[in-house]
């Protein structure tokens, strides 16, 4: 019976990680395609799908252990740091509701996806299938705002979270290195269905008119012609140029005013004019967030309370408010979470770069190519995420979370597939076949021996005898 027992616990345990292992991709697609958001638009009713999904998610990994490994982590301890804060700087809030509300609505939703991509991510095979999945979300996420295409003030947004034309140019670049690395791991019947997708991504992309998206696009090039080998240089080349040649032709006069006061244009247009006051908009927040820094360096002024916050500031100097928010999330932090807060935040961006450079390097020590590729993959969108932050208050959003949780899985899968190869290297490694010495001929009578009289490090009689 106890013979028994043993094949049937592994085989539960199997079932139990090909379970983790759909949900987690299942988790991943709908959590980047936004499909539920896209069925409310045709009037599907919200029934919460995401969060019933995550509780689940959270229950099982809690049931497995890997809640308890998420958390081990060092990324997993700073983002437990940074919500302990949060909660800590609760009572000092200028607005205590609206932190809260953004505390349990946005903020622990978001923090909840790192937990469940490190907790369901068991090695190298699941982070594959994660890459996947956000790739195939990138694509359904595009093919939706090609479909659902609204345009405010002649820029191309789409519906629910990509309704802002700077998210949604941003989010169709952070997942445009996942659909990439989609396209050479895929078949060769879809290779070219899915480059035309990232053809038509990027042309979506570039028709927001979103400054902060060619910027990330440009960046976002340079580093990975710096990266790849000569034939993918040419590769992407090739797509970035057949999507610049389409976008120009598609976009439209007032998105080329936005994006010629980029390089000082001095058209007096509306759309040039309005683009003008945006950047002038964007350095007053910037320097009313430093000062609201500066004078609640500690606790901040609350979780979400930026915007009130900043316009009573400018009114007590007599000034006009703007009540918008920080757009910067570096500022946004710093602000309404201090200055610990934003070292917190700070310190997961650098342990997660910190994580994908030793991928990188234990990649090409072992020719892992393909974690080489999903580690510059990684490496790209969150470049793109830190450009984005400079242009927007997401930083309670689940981008920052969930990267971190793709590098952290990552680099544990890394180092067990490295460690897995040295020691299959080492087993098939040649034994040395050492040098048997040469014995003296056996004779029955004296034989001189004029060899060294020292043998294996002790001094022996130079006469050899029977």
Not at 302 to 310: C, D, N, R
């Amino acid at each position: 019976m106890a013979s028994a027992s043993v094949p049937s616990a592994s085989l539960r345990d199997d079932s139990r990680a090909r379970l983790g292992t759909r949900l987690l991709v299942v988790y991943v697609f709908l959590i980047y395609s936004r499909v539920f958001e896209v069925a409310m638009h045709y009037g599907v009713p919200n029934i919460y799908p995401m969060l019933i999904l995550s509780a689940i998610a959270l229950l099982v990994i809690l049931l497995n252990g890997g809640l308890a490994r998420a958390v081990k982590t060092p990324v997993g301890l700073l983002l437990l740091g940074f919500t302990a804060w949060a909660c800590l700087a609760l009572p000092f809030s200028d607005w205590k509701s609206e932190s809260l509300s953004q505390l349990l609505n946005v903020w622990l939703k978001s923090v909840a996806t790192f937990f469940i991509i490190v907790g369901l991510t068991k090695d190298l095979a699941d982070c594959r299938k994660i890459f996947s999945a956000l790739a195939w979300g990138a694509v359904a996420s595009t093919i939706a705002m090609q479909f659902i295409e609204r345009v405010i003030g002649e820029r191309v947004t789409s519906v629910g979270t990509l309704g802002n034309a700077n998210e949604a140019a941003f989010h169709i670049i952070f997942g445009l290195p996942f659909l990439i690395f989609l396209i050479l791991r895929a078949k060769p019947a879809l290779k070219i269905p899915l480059a035309a997708i990232a053809i038509l991504s990027l042309t979506l992309s570039v028709k927001t008119a979103s400054r902060a998206g060619v910027v990330m696009l440009i960046v976002l090039l340079f580093v990975a012609l710096l990266k790849v080998s000569l034939r993918n240089k040419v590769r992407i080349l090739a797509v970035a140029g057949g999507a610049l040649i389409i976008a120009a032709l598609s976009v439209n006069e007032i998105a080329l005013e936005r994006y010629r006061t980029m390089v000082g244009d001095s058209s007096f247009s509306e759309q040039a004019l309005s683009a003008k006051l945006s950047a002038d908009n964007r350095k007053y927040l910037l320097k009313e967030g430093i000062e609201l820094t500066l004078t609640h360096p500690i606790f901040g002024v609350g979780m979400g309370v930026f915007t009130p916050a900043a316009a009573a500031l400018s009114e007590s100097r007599g000034e006009h408010a703007l009540w918008l928010v920080s757009h910067n999330s570096y500022v946004q932090v710093s602000s309404e979470l201090g200055l610990v807060g934003f070292v917190l935040m700070i310190a997961v961006f650098g342990l997660s770069i910190v994580s994908l450079r030793k991928v990188d390097r234990l990649a090409r020590e072992y020719a892992l190519t393909e974690i080489s590729s999903m580690s510059l993959c990684l490496l790209l969108s969150f470049i793109a995420l830190m450009i984005h932050y400079f242009f927007d208050a997401a930083a309670y959003d689940l981008y920052l979370p969930m990267g971190a949780g793709l590098c952290t899985a990552l680099y544990s899968s890394t180092v067990v597939a490295a460690e897995t190869k040295r020691i299959a290297e080492r087993a098939n490694a040649p034994v040395p076949q050492l040098q048997t010495p040469k014995l003296p001929v056996k004779s029955p009578t004296p034989v001189l021996e004029p060899a060294n009289p020292v043998r294996f490090g002790r001094r022996r009689s130079s006469i050899v005898s029977k």
